[in-house]
């Protein structure tokens, strides 16, 4: 392993070598399956990504699902790792930290998915020998359209940080960001799909009710809502002249709008992102 650390670590501009770069992956669940996902799509070979779950069962199942490796367990999944993924609930990351600590190789980067427990628990939990880091994804991953905020834990060498930049290099928009800006990124990302899909809900269902049969209704609500975001990302127009630009006075788009702002959706909306970062907030205990 920490070949690829150390290589890394010498030639700052070279992206590691992904094919060498050993991952154990534990707990392969909705959050960590399209991870490891990511990563297989990233380049580290199917070998190298090895999966422990609660049974040898469930690791066989994930493992044929993603493409990689089961393990026989943990144990066995950590040894030789570079790289340790935690896709475990929030409330099993420090006992599971513990339980591993002495079957970690030195060196090895332990990367967090989980939300609320923070770098200095998990470094406290983990000893001397090995760097944490924790990630921060949102579902939209498992298509390489996803986001991914990392935060670097105090022991992470530039080469690991680099490493982890590249194992996520097919999971969309990665980022770095400070353990304090978690909270918000929450909010903005890491809960935020699951808003958009019920405002797509509520517009597939109101175009059906105004007469579009549902599988049309849902290509033109889809289509329209992936357009417009890629309509602001290419161009850098900010959304409110997008906005401007499409509302002729008393027109169709203008009164949908008043309609809008008289029904409070954009209150709405920043309530349920404030609410997503204030509970990731009480998770952590800050
Ligand atoms: N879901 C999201 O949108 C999202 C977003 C960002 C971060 N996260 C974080 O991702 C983490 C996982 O959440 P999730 O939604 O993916 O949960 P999940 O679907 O329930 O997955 C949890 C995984 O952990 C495994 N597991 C449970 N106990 C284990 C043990 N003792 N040893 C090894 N593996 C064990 C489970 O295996 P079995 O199936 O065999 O029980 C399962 O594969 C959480 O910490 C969460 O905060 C989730």
Redesign the pocket.
């Known amino acids: 392993m920490n070949d690829t650390a150390t290589t890394a670590d010498s030639t700052a501009a070279s992206a590691p070598d992904l094919a060498a770069v050993r991952v154990a992956l ?8 399209p991870v490891g996902r990511a990563m297989l799509a990233a380049g580290v070979r199917p070998a190298h990504l090895r999966i ?4 040898p069962a ?2 066989e199942r ?1 493992a044929a699902e993603l493409g990689a490796t089961a393990a026989a367990s ?1 144990a066995e999944a950590v040894a030789e790792a570079d790289v340790v993924v935690l ?4 409330y ?2 420090l006992d ?1 930290v513990a339980e591993l600590r002495d079957e970690l190789p030195a060196g090895t980067l332990v990367l967090s ?4 427990t923070t770098l200095a628990r998990i470094e406290e939990a983990l000893g001397g020998d090995c760097a944490a880091a924790r990630a ?4 939209p991953i498992a298509v390489g359209e996803g986001a991914v905020g990392l935060m670097r834990g105090s022991a992470v060498t530039d080469a690991q940080h680099a490493l982890l930049h590249a194992l996520f290099a097919r999971a969309g928009a990665v980022v770095d960001i400070i353990e304090q800006q978690v909270h918000a990124f929450i909010g903005a990302a ?1 809960s935020l799909p699951a808003f958009v899909f019920t405002l797509i809900e509520a517009m597939t269902d109101e175009a059906v009710r105004l007469g579009l049969k549902r599988d049309l209704a849902a290509t033109l609500v889809q289509q329209t809502v992936r357009g417009a975001a890629t309509m602001l990302s290419e161009s850098g127009t900010h959304p409110a002249v997008a906005k401007n630009a499409v509302s002729s006075p008393g027109g169709t788009t203008v009164q949908g709008l008043a309609a809008l702002e008289r029904e409070g959706v954009r209150a709405g909306v920043a309530a349920a992102m404030a609410a997503a970062a204030e509970t990731s907030r009480a998770m952590s205990g800050d």
Do not use: F
């Not at 896709?87 to 929030?90: Q, T």
């Not at 998915?113 to 609320?116: E, N, Y």
């Not at 921060?136 to 579902?139: I, Q, R």
């Open positions: 534990i707990g392969a669940g909705n959050m960590g399956g422990a779950n609660s049974t469930s690791s994930a943990r896709g475990v609930k929030p099993q990351i599971l998915l989980a939300a609320g921060m994804p949102n579902t890491g």
